[in-house]
């Protein structure tokens, strides 16, 4: 397993963009397919986006598509998802997860099928 830490929410303008980051422990992180997950008050915890080991496959919600956009830099252990163009319906506590399913970049996997999980990030949209 590896140990997740994220970093980078905060308060934001709709229309305004943030960077999470998610830094990952271990020498194996380059094995592990990255997930972003958010959960708003009151909401179950939903998928956000996938990356694949090498960074050559993403995956992403409908509602994300064409304003989010996760990459990884493997030398840094570090995951990250670009947000643009945000709107008050984002506001949530962010979580990366990591994987080693393939499946990852190609279907919603079950949260359970994610075997490490940071601590979350809030991430607040204003309008």
């Known amino acids: 397993q590896v140990q997740l830490v994220e970093s980078g929410g905060g308060l934001v303008q709709a229309g305004g963009s943030l960077r999470l980051s998610c830094v990952a422990s271990g020498r194996t992180f380059s094995r592990y397919y990255m997930g972003w997950f958010r959960q708003a008050p009151g909401k179950e915890r939903e998928f956000v986006g996938t990356?694949?080991?090498?960074?050559?496959?993403?995956y992403y919600a409908d509602s994300v598509k064409g304003r989010f956009t996760i990459s990884r830099d493997n030398a840094k252990n570090t995951v990250y998802l670009q947000m643009n163009s945000l709107k008050p319906e984002d506001t949530a506590v962010y979580y990366c997860?990591?994987?080693?399913?393939?499946?990852?970049?190609?279907?919603?996997?079950?949260?359970?099928?994610?075997?490490?999980w940071g601590q979350g990030t809030q991430v607040t949209v204003s309008s």
């Open positions: 997860a990591a994987t080693t399913s393939p499946a990852a970049t190609r279907v919603s996997l079950p949260l359970a099928r994610y075997e490490s």
């Open positions: 990356i694949s080991w090498d960074g050559g496959s993403t």
